[in-house]
């Protein structure tokens, strides 16, 4: 079956030190994968994707994702953490099949202090 | 939020009534979908329309029901028939060509009582 994991319900990282929120994921085929952010009552923000390519993927507001086909992961990075980064962070992974679906992790909660 | 609106953003009902959720875009997507999200639980997936007339089931697609019939349009109705109706209802949208990432709207906070 495919899945997305987020094994972390909640991270928590001082303002100013590296922040890694970790995704684990499980489909057919090669995977397409997204990170969003949510912030309160909000819609969903895309970040990035991994598509094909370099397996570091850069994305808005400073984070960063490596594709590790080997180890069928997906971490979100930023080498220093802002506190308006806390938020909630999403994972998702394209099914390979034709109607594009997303399959959600069940999000980690972000909380960097000051 | 990327061209989507949904109104109204809370909303109240009692239960036993019908209510419908609005979701428009104006960013010329072909693809729309509706989705569900409730504490401590990933997004899941009510309904997705990737034409005008014509939608598909998602994974939780009972006691709901949907239109398509404008392409910036996609009219989520929450039924009597819908057990757990409360929670925070999220509408977002994509171009069908290529790898392209879902754009959401702000999501509407359905409270039944």
């Known amino acids: 079956a495919q899945s997305v994991a987020q094994p972390e319900d909640q991270v928590n990282v001082a303002e100013g030190n590296p922040l890694t929120v970790k995704c684990t994921y499980s489909?057919?085929?090669?995977?397409?994968l997204f990170w969003y952010v949510q912030y309160p009552n909000r819609g969903l923000q895309f970040l990035l994707k991994y598509i094909t390519g370099d397996n570091l993927v850069k994305g808005s507001y400073g984070f960063e994702a490596e594709f590790n086909k080997s180890q069928t992961s997906f971490h979100l990075k930023k080498p220093s953490a802002l506190v308006s980064d806390s938020a909630l962070y999403f994972c998702a992974v394209r099914m390979m099949d034709s109607n594009y679906q997303l399959i959600w992790g069940a999000g980690t909660k972000l909380i960097i202090k000051p | 939020d990327g061209g989507i609106t949904q109104s109204p953003k809370y909303l109240f009902r009692k239960e036993g009534q019908n209510v419908t959720l609005s979701c428009e875009q104006n960013l010329n997507h072909d693809a729309m979908y509706w989705y569900r999200q409730d504490p401590g639980q990933g997004l899941r997936l009510i309904y997705y329309?990737?034409?005008?007339?014509?939608?598909q089931k998602g994974d939780i697609a009972e006691g709901y029901s949907v239109s398509r019939e404008k392409k910036e349009s996609f009219p989520l109705t929450v039924t009597s028939a819908q057990k757990n109706p409360t929670a925070f209802y999220l509408c977002?949208?994509?171009?069908?060509?290529?790898?392209?990432?879902?754009?959401f709207g702000p999501g509407t906070r359905l409270t039944v009582t």
């Open positions: 977002a949208s994509r171009r069908l060509a290529g790898e392209n990432e879902q754009y």
């Open positions: 329309s990737q034409i005008v007339n014509d939608f």
């Open positions: 489909v057919s085929g090669n995977p397409y």
